[in-house]
């Protein structure tokens, strides 16, 4: 009876987790999309590197960057780290396949027995490539 429990627990908690975690992949997009454009441009700089007294150029202004280029500023974003333009659309899409990836896990985990869900999981890919 107790492994019972302990196996009732798990899934759970995973049940749980994923759905947390699948909310937290539409939430966090969706909120940067309604700050400001310029809501990190004041302020002093958060960066680790900077913090420490190193130069690092390469990610100085990767999030202010972002911020303009997800507002379609690419002007602005230009102009905080060029490298936005390569880092953004990667990282975009890495987002969508670890979304559509735990979105399929979630569906034919939990609701196997609804048809209408078990069809829009069969044509998300089972393998996104890289």
Known sequence: ???????????????????IKLGMYIFIPSFLLVLPATFFDEGQSIS??????????????????AMHFIHFEFEEAWQYNK????VLPVLSYLWAAGFL???????????ADNA????????????IAL
């Open 1 to 19: 009876m107790v492994a019972h429990m302990t196996q009732l627990s798990k899934k759970s908690f995973r049940f749980i987790f994923l759905s």
């Open 83 to 86: 490298m936005i333009f390569i």
């Open 116 to 127: 209408f869900l078990m069809k829009i999981a069969s044509k998300i890919p089972s393998r």
């Open 48 to 65: 680790v590197f900077e913090n420490l007294g190193i130069e690092n150029y390469i990610s100085e202004g990767l999030t202010r960057g």
């Open 101 to 111: 990836r735990d979105l399929k896990r979630y569906i034919t985990q939990y609701f």
